[in-house]
T-cell receptor
Framework: AQSVTQPDIHITVSEGASLELRCNYSYGATPYLFWYVQSPGQGLQLLLK??????LVQGIKGFEAEFKRSQSSFNLRKPSVHWSDAAEYFCAVGVVNNDMRFGAGTRLTVKP | DAGVIQSPRHEVTEMGQEVTLRCKPI?????LFWYRQTMMRGLELLIY????????DSGMPEDRFSAKMPNASFSTLKIQPSEPRDSAVYFCASSRGTSGDTQYFGPGTRLTVL
């Protein structure tokens, strides 16, 4: 069955430090992969997505993610975190019939 | 584009009352999704529609929950009767309807059942 695992429930980084949020997926075919961000009290906003081609995907707000088939991973990165990046981040895999499976989310806290 | 519109944004009701949540998807989108988000269970897919037809309602928790999509621009999620454990944020999302398409989320309805 299709599933997404985000191993880290909560991560704290200092402002200006680099960030990597982990995501592992389980899916039999080539997946469609997504990262969404949810600010407090808001809906989910798409950061980036991978369908095919270049395994390094650029997104909004300076985020990027790298698809590694051999590791079944799609980790999200940002070289320098800003205080406004504090939010909940969700990894998701798109499956057939337009369905989508979300991970449990990783809450990011940014220290000044 | 106005994005996905949900109403109301907040709903407080008493146990046993009927609750109706509303969603207007993005114009031109063929798929619509209802999710529930809680601290304990995270983000759960309740039901989704394609071209106004329910495709998968396996996530609907029980018969107290029902969803309809009478036309391409409107959907409702109804809980009758409501219970305190239904308290959650309910999100509606829409997409163009092809595999792997991006889902665009509404702002959510925060439901509190007393």
């Amino acid at each position: 069955a299709q599933s997404v695992t985000q191993p880290d429930i909560h991560i704290t980084v200092s402002e200006g430090a680099s960030l990597e949020l982990r995501c592992n997926y389980s899916y039999g075919a080539t997946p469609y992969l997504f990262w969404y961000v949810q600010s407090p009290g808001q809906g989910l906003q798409l950061l980036l997505k991978y369908f095919s081609g270049d395994t390094l995907v650029q997104g909004i707000k300076g985020f990027e993610a790298e698809f590694k088939r051999s590791q079944s991973s799609f980790n999200l990165r940002k070289p320098s975190v800003h205080w406004s990046d504090a939010a909940e981040y969700f990894c998701a895999v798109g499956v057939v019939n337009n369905d989508m499976r979300f991970g449990a989310g990783t809450r990011l806290t940014v220290k000044p | 584009d106005a994005g996905v519109i949900q109403s109301p944004r907040h709903e407080v009701t008493e146990m046993g009352q009927e609750v109706t949540l509303r969603c207007k998807p993005i114009s031109g989108h063929n798929s619509l999704f209802w999710y529930r988000q809680t601290m304990m269970r995270g983000l759960e897919l309740l039901i989704y529609f394609n071209n106004n037809v329910p495709i998968d309602d396996s996530g609907m928790p029980e018969d107290r929950f029902s969803a309809k999509m009478p036309n391409a621009s409107f959907s409702t999620l109804k809980i009758q009767p409501s219970e305190p454990r239904d308290s959650a944020v309910y999100f509606c999302a829409s997409s163009r309807g092809t595999s792997g398409d991006t889902q665009y989320f509404g702002p959510g309805t925060r439901l509190t059942v007393l």
